[in-house]
């Protein structure tokens, strides 16, 4: 006679088993879920910057009291490179910003003068847009820097919620990612204080193919406690996989006129 046997383990201890199998499941599910919404960050970042790039941009900043537009050439390599100068206006001409990996350093050519910004100023405005110092360090490290998690799906978007890891030196208390699946491009980027106050909205417009990348070509800054205030930056030029290295992003190449 053939004899079961679960019928001599108590029901009590089947259940416990019952449930932490599913508890298992869920950590499985949920660690899986992870690892594809870092890949699909990345994978959004890398459509956006590509292993190398060279553009031509233009900013506008709108405030209360005042507007500017500035003209602009930046260089990339990776997430982890980047320099940008200052072409127009006149008086603001080769102005110019160096990150390398997590640090950062304005050149300032009518003083001759490099400065390397503090920890305590990257969330102070850069160039006095609505972009911050942070934004030029951070804003490619979603992944490394924050735990996401899927809060919502649609047949046209994923929404992902990114809360700062503990040992994560950031100054947002919580952003909000809104990517769109078809093409796979940003649309939106909510920005949280840690009081969890939305402060600030990254809106990313005029989608276009450039070569092999799908890519919007239009990014406007809205800061939400300055209502009517804000930084449009678009990119009239851009080409990717340019012959550069590390050694081109140097202070040197900051001062380089």
Known sequence: ?????LFFIPKPVLFLIFFSVLSVCKIVKDEAWALDLKALVRDVEQQYMGESSVSQTHMQVSTKNWQRNLEMQAWSLGRDFF????????????????????EVWNYLPKVDRIIKVPPSMMGGSWMGSHITNDDLVKANHIDEDYTLRLIEETELHFLIECLPKTDAAVVWGKIIYKVRKQPKVPELIAYFDESMQKVR???????????????????????LDKPGEKTILFYREINYDVSLDEHFFTLRSLKQR
């Open 201 to 223: 909205e990254i809106y990313f417009d005029d989608v276009q193919t450039i070569g092999e990348r799908t890519i919007p070509l239009k990014l406007t800054v809205l800061p």
């Open 1 to 5: 006679m053939h004899i079961n046997p």
């Open 83 to 102: 320099l940008i100068r200052i072409i127009e206006p006149a008086k603001e001409r080769d102005i110019a910003t160096l990150k390398r990996n997590r």
